[in-house]
Every structure is written in structure tokens, then in C-alpha cells.
């Protein structure tokens, strides 16, 4: 079993930055492939990130490549999603899961085995 806390959401202006942490409890996460998805007002949640269980994958969706960085700390069972260059379209409730099996990186929900239980990121203009 794995329990997924999302923290370091926020209301920050276009062009600011944030970072936000999926902490994780269970011993599969340190193995396991992480994803970050978001979920604007109105929409779909939607692939933002992933990381493999080694760390040494990682995925972007297209929008936010350059401003986004994935990365992860085995020490502290912590996944990070470091966001600059903010943008009002990324204001969503943002999402971390983790993918328990031992296939490839995924960017789909349906790979995703537990999730947390979000949270919001709001970009001001």
C-alpha cells in the first residue's frame, strides 16, 4: 500500500515559481514510477510529469517542457515538481500518483496505481 501527500501549492503570480512535494509512505514507492496530473476548472486532469522508479526517466507534456522539472530524493520517499516561468493556464488542482507495476513510464491515469489527494496551484496575470 502506498499513501501519496501532495504539498506546496499556492497563489502566485505569472512568472513566479513554486515547488510542490508528493511525500509518500510504503515501501513499493521507492521503486515505483511517479506521474504528476492536473486538473483545471471545467477540464480533464491531464499528464503533467513522470519520473521512473530509478530517476533516471523523465516525461513532459509538451506545455510545460522547459519550465517544469521533475526529480526525486529516495532518502525522503519524495517526489518534487519544481515549476517556473508560471503561466495563469497552469493554475489547476495538481495531482501525484504512483505506478506500482514494472512497466514502462506511463502518461495515463490508467497506469496509476494511488494517488494523493491533490493540490491547488493558482497563477494570478
Known amino acids: 500500500q502506498v499513501q501519496l501527500v501532495e504539498s506546496g501549492g499556492g497563489l502566485v503570480q505569472a512568472g513566479g515559481s513554486l515547488r510542490l512535494s508528493c511525500a509518500a509512505s510504503?515501501?513499493?514507492?521507492?521503486?515505483?514510477?511517479v506521474g504528476w496530473f492536473r486538473q483545471a476548472p471545467g477540464k480533464e486532469r491531464g499528464f503533467v510529469s513522470a519520473i521512473s522508479g530509478n530517476g533516471g526517466h523523465t516525461n513532459y507534456t509538451d506545455s510545460v517542457k522547459g519550465r517544469f522539472t521533475v526529480s526525486r530524493d529516495h532518502a525522503k520517499n519524495t517526489v518534487y515538481l519544481q515549476m517556473n516561468s508560471l503561466k495563469p493556464e497552469d493554475t489547476a488542482t495538481y495531482y501525484c500518483?504512483?505506478?506500482?507495476?514494472?512497466?514502462?513510464?506511463?502518461?495515463?491515469?490508467?497506469?496509476?496505481?494511488?494517488w494523493g489527494q491533490g493540490t491547488q496551484v493558482t497563477i494570478s496575470s
Open positions: 510504503g515501501r513499493i514507492f521507492s521503486r515505483a514510477h
Open positions: 500518483a504512483a505506478d506500482a507495476g514494472w512497466g514502462p513510464l506511463e502518461t495515463t491515469e490508467a497506469a496509476y496505481d494511488y
